[in-house]
């Protein structure tokens, strides 16, 4: 029986295996500590945090995370008659800009993408190429034009028409799902088309069960980033504050609220939670398709 043998790497690898360790480690303090840090200030009074954000509490005030659900507040506006929000009310409205803009950018994304890889037609190489464009080349100075395009069509403060401006599907997901339908063969249209079904029927019963993984990962991806979205309710939305805007502008309404910066870190430490929860479990699924996508386009 041979002995295996070993074949030591050169000192050139270790040196560079150390310096990526290194960076990497450098990297995941860069983001472990900014959440430490805040865990550790939500658990003071305020008193301490103005003496010392580094330090320790001398008192670790666990109730201050209960105290989020009744302190944590904005003021509101006369147009819906709501003179405060609170957490929970904020919480709503963070959930339903989440579901129905990712459904909506999803929806169109995958529509889009689907008529663009599988059919022809037309315009179809220059509007590829316009969606590509879009997607790599920022159009700085788009943001007023695109404001005075939702209020000339009612969608400020307006959750029944605001879902039209989500609608585009010229993003990112758009690339992702057309690289998935590019991979798909066309023999099974083609096989299905032959025992008789028409185009619906090919798309939701022979082309979407496979891109299920793809439209999973895709939505995650998009909810962390409309979770986190301030933006959306600061611009078109601002009678209807999510979490992530309240606790922008919560820095306006200290006065309503007792130890108003440990409140503020345990609303952002609570708020991050289902985030956080939400990509650990999904990494690899996120990871796998977001890269299988983008290669096969």
């Keep these: 029986m041979k002995e295996l043998k070993f074949r030591k790497s050169p000192l050139g690898i270790k040196i560079v295996y150390a310096c990526f360790f290194a960076m990497f480690v450098i990297f995941a303090f860069a983001y472990i500590y900014p959440m430490f840090w805040a865990i550790i200030n939500s658990l ?16 670790w005030r666990f109730q201050n995370y209960v105290s989020v659900f009744k302190d944590f507040k904005v003021a509101g506006t006369d147009i819906r008659g709501k003179d405060m929000y609170l957490y929970f009310d904020m919480l709503f409205n963070s959930l339903w800009i989440l579901v129905v803009h990712v459904f909506v950018n999803v929806t169109s ?84 088309k032959i025992d008789g079904a028409n185009n619906w029927t090919v798309l939701i019963k022979v ?22 979205n301030y933006s959306i309710s600061m611009i078109y939305l601002p009678i209807y504050p999510n979490l992530a805007y309240g606790m922008y502008i919560f820095k ?44 096969k386009g």
């Design 44 to 59: 003071k009074t305020d008193r301490e945090f103005a003496a010392n954000s580094l330090n320790l509490p001398e008192q």
């Design 109 to 192: 994304s995958a529509m889009l993408a689907y008529a663009i890889a599988r059919f022809r037609f037309p315009g179809k190489n220059f509007l590829y190429a316009v969606i590509i464009f879009a997607n790599t080349i920022p159009i700085i100075g788009s943001g007023p034009a695109k404001y005075k395009m939702a209020v000339a069509l009612n969608m400020v403060n307006n959750p029944a028409t605001i879902w039209l401006m989500w609608a585009a599907g010229f993003d990112f997901a758009f690339i992702v799902f057309y690289g998935y339908f590019k991979g798909i063969s066309a023999s099974y249209s083609e096989s299905a």
């Design 207 to 228: 082309i979407l069960p496979q891109i299920i993984p793809c439209i999973v990962a895709v939505a995650i991806t998009q909810a962390i980033s409309i979770w986190n």
């Design 252 to 295: 306006d309404y200290y006065f309503l609220v007792k130890d108003p910066m440990p409140i503020y870190f345990a609303t952002a430490v609570i708020s991050s939670i289902p985030i956080i929860v939400l990509y650990a479990c999904s990494q690899n699924l996120i990871l796998t398709n977001m890269t299988t996508g983008g290669l």
